[in-house]
Nanobody, 116 residues
Framework: QVQLVESGGGLVQPGGSLRLSCVAS????????MGWYRQAPGKQRELVAT???????NYADSVKGRFTISRVDAKNTVYLQMNSLKPEDTAVYSC??????????WGPGTQVTVSS
């Protein structure tokens, strides 16, 4: 069974940084488009960033210039470097993987709280 496990969340002050990691297992990771999504309380889940198998990236306007998505296929891992964090970035961040056959898999999520 495909498994995605996120880590790296926590409490950080406004202006701070965090790096999220998502490790995948039981998939051919290099063949998957990977992404990060987030859901704040009372809001719908929204796209944060995606990265294709070729390394092309896409970002939500709200995080452009502050967040960077990257992947290391040899480690079956996708990262989200988050800088200049704002209180409105507070959410549960989830890792997503989409197979070549367009099957979508999700991790359980990791909480990010930006507060002073």
């Amino acid at each position: 069974q495909v498994q995605l496990v996120e880590s790296g969340g926590g409490l950080v002050q406004p202006g701070g940084s965090l790096r999220l990691s998502c490790v995948a297992s039981r998939i051919t990771f290099s063949a998957y488009t990977m992404g990060w999504y987030r859901q704040a309380p009372g809001k719908q889940r929204e796209l944060v960033a995606t990265i294709t198998t070729r390394g092309s990236t896409n970002y939500a306007d709200s995080v452009k210039g502050r967040f960077t998505i990257s992947r290391v296929d040899a480690k079956n891992t996708v990262y989200l470097q988050m800088n200049s964090l704002k209180p409105e970035d507070t959410a549960v961040y989830s890792c997503n993987g989409v197979s070549p056959a367009s099957r979508s898999y999700w991790g359980p999520g990791t909480q990010v709280t930006v507060s002073s």
